[in-house]
Nanobody
């Protein structure tokens, strides 16, 4: 069983920064794509960023492009989301998700971490 554990959420004022972490642990797995998503009450979960484990630049939602940066640490089996110039509309629960090799869907999800941005 592969588990994803997010951390780094919290409360910040608009214009501030936060760094989210997502660590994968458990049985041996072969990651293909890590993704970050977010969700607010009453809304569907939305894509934020994704990065292929094999390499290549991350992809971002237009709403976060230029403000968020996704990176990875191969040795720690971890990914990060550096969030800068935060806006109140970035307030949400942020989830880390994983596609493993051979799958085309994000089938492993973390428990989520709350990000609150005040104006």
């Amino acid at each position: 069983q592969v588990q994803l554990v997010e951390s780094g959420g919290g409360s910040v004022q608009a214009g501030g920064s936060l760094r989210l972490s997502c660590a994968a642990s458990g049985r041996t797995f072969r990651p293909a794509v890590f993704g970050w998503f977010r969700q607010t009450p009453g809304k569907e979960r939305e894509f934020v960023a994704a990065k292929r484990w094999a390499g290549g630049p991350p992809t971002y939602a237009d709403s976060v492009k230029g403000r968020f940066t996704m990176s990875r640490d191969n040795y720690k089996n971890a990914v990060y989301l550096q969030m800068s110039s935060l806006k109140p509309e970035d307030t949400a629960i942020y989830y880390c998700a994983l596609q493993t090799l051979g799958r085309s869907d994000y089938h492993i999800w973390g428990q989520g971490t709350q990000v609150a941005v005040s104006s």
